[in-house]
């Protein structure tokens, strides 16, 4: 079977994503509100963001997985995750664990989904960044606007191109 294409990361993503919407966050809804965007320089994050991202090493491939949303929208994915009350005080440090743990379970549905086309998937340690990302040249990227409940994200994609063979 051949490599995922990035077309097949963008499925498997958005579809993780459904699922942790209704397992892990317990809301009903979930869906993609805009067309996938394969060009991160195009269409910038706003720099008000905070996301977690992951890397996942596979046969061919080095990405990194990410969810990103603002800080509003964190602290309500965190809550959700937690089973808190909006109106509950819950600190930086604690929204921070928080979306580190729904991307790494981001990515294990990414994974299972995506294991027999890349039987060698690996995950790394996921981090939390803040603001604007900037890619190198030899990326190619991905951003899925979605909504998981009332919150609007964005799923993010960056994957480095293999280098040419001599």
């Known amino acids: 079977m051949p490599p995922a294409g990035m077309a ?11 699922e942790i919407a209704a397992m892990s966050l ?28 992951i890397s996942v090493q596979c046969r061919e491939d080095a990405l990194h997985l990410g969810l990103v949303a603002d800080a509003s929208g964190c602290e309500t994915l965190a809550k959700a995750l937690l ?17 580190r743990e729904l991307v790494n379970i981001l990515a294990g549905g990414v994974k299972r989904r995506l294991a ?9 340690l996921p981090q939390v960044v803040q603001g604007p990302l900037e890619v190198a040249d030899l990326t190619e990227a991905a951003r899925i606007p979605m909504t998981l409940g009332p919150i609007p994200v964005q799923l993010q994609i960056i994957r480095s191109r293999a280098l040419p063979r001599p």
């Open 26 to 53: 317990g809301f009903e809804e979930c869906r993609v509100t805009g067309q996938a965007c394969e060009d991160l320089l195009a269409s910038p994050t706003d720099p008000a963001w905070v996301g977690a991202f």
């Open 116 to 124: 027999a086309q890349e039987n060698t998937l690996q995950l790394g």
């Open 8 to 18: 097949d990361w963008i499925q498997a993503l958005t579809d993780s994503a459904g």
């Open 83 to 99: 089973g808190m009350a909006p109106s509950e005080i819950l600190p930086e440090e604690d929204v921070s664990d928080s979306l």
